[in-house]
């Protein structure tokens, strides 16, 4: 590490600094062009159409799943399939649970099921002593934002 390097990256952050206001002007001037007001306009008629896009599609899935669910048959226990071509239907399962009663089955049934939680470990570890736990101190470097004192 010598004084070239910090030179070096207070010029590069300096330059930096310099391409984000010269940017910032350039994006000032194109706003006020016809051509970023047609693509503003552009884009806001795709952000229109995206939200009919999607609530076409909202309403299709409830339609279609109201159309299958009335048409359940106890009996097989399955669902009606949609009948317009593009639709198709997919039966997840989902459980329903009580948290407390499921864990007590799986310390007792399923012990693999538990996963050792490192960083609140790591955490304890930092305030108390734990056998076979070596506490080592590694020094970092930080950078001051303001390198200005090594600008000429």
């Given at each position: 590490?010598?004084?070239?390097?910090?030179?070096?990256?207070?010029?590069?952050?300096?330059?930096?600094?310099?391409?984000?206001?010269?940017?910032?002007?350039?994006?000032?001037?194109?706003?006020?062009?016809?051509?970023?007001?047609?693509?503003?306009?552009?884009?806001?008629?795709?952000?229109d159409c995206q939200k009919m896009v999607d609530e076409l599609t909202?309403?299709?899935?409830?339609?279609?799943?109201?159309?299958?669910?009335?048409?359940?048959?106890?009996?097989?226990?399955?669902?009606?399939?949609?009948?317009?071509?593009?639709?198709?239907?997919?039966?997840?399962?989902?459980?329903?649970?009580?948290?407390?009663?499921?864990?007590?089955?799986?310390?007792?049934?399923?012990?693999?099921?538990?996963?050792?939680?490192?960083k609140a470990f790591e955490d304890m570890a930092k305030k108390i002593?734990?056998?076979?736990?070596?506490?080592?101190?590694?020094?970092?470097?930080?950078?001051?934002?303001?390198?200005?004192?090594?600008?000429?």
């Amino acid at each position: 590490m010598n004084e070239k390097d910090l030179k070096d990256l207070a010029k590069f952050r300096k330059l930096v600094e310099f391409e984000n206001e010269s940017i910032k002007e350039r994006q000032n001037d194109l706003e006020k062009t016809d051509e970023f007001q047609k693509l503003q306009l552009e884009k806001k008629s795709r952000d229109d159409c995206q939200k009919m896009v999607d609530e076409l599609t909202a309403k299709i899935k409830a339609d279609a799943l109201a159309d299958s669910k009335a048409m359940y048959n106890p009996e097989t226990k399955t669902y009606g399939k949609p009948v317009l071509v593009g639709l198709g239907l997919r039966v997840n399962k989902t459980l329903k649970y009580i948290k407390e009663t499921a864990e007590l089955w799986a310390k007792e049934n399923a012990k693999m099921l538990f996963k050792m939680d490192w960083k609140a470990f790591e955490d304890m570890a930092k305030k108390i002593e734990i056998p076979g736990v070596e506490i080592i101190d590694e020094p970092t470097i930080t950078i001051a934002s303001d390198l200005s004192s090594y600008l000429e």
